[in-house]
């Protein structure tokens, strides 16, 4: 072999090792090393049986909210959008509703 096809060879074999570290790399951070965005606690917007923990009494955790917008129910959903969220009883509220 020459000297020239040895200096591809390694420059090859260095640009695809490089390309493999930054994959592996990138995969890690979509895999959730990333931070996760800011949520809130939004009261009144999930539906039946999809609240995420405990809505009040009479329940105790993710799942047992009775009924649509059931005001005592939460959901969690992205910070800043609750009061945003418009549902047929009205807005979601970062608080408990009666």
Known sequence: MTSRTLTFGALAFAALASGAAL??????????????????????????????????PG?????????????????YVPAGTCTSIKTPKGMGTLESMK
Do not use: I, L
């Open 23 to 56: 994959a592996q790399s990138d995969s890690m951070n979509k895999s959730g090393d990333m931070a996760k965005p800011a949520m809130e606690k939004c009261y009144g917007v999930s539906m039946a049986g999809k609240n995420d923990c405990a809505a009040g």
């Open 59 to 75: 329940t105790t955790c993710a799942g047992t909210s009775k009924v649509d917008y059931q005001g005592n129910a939460w959901k």
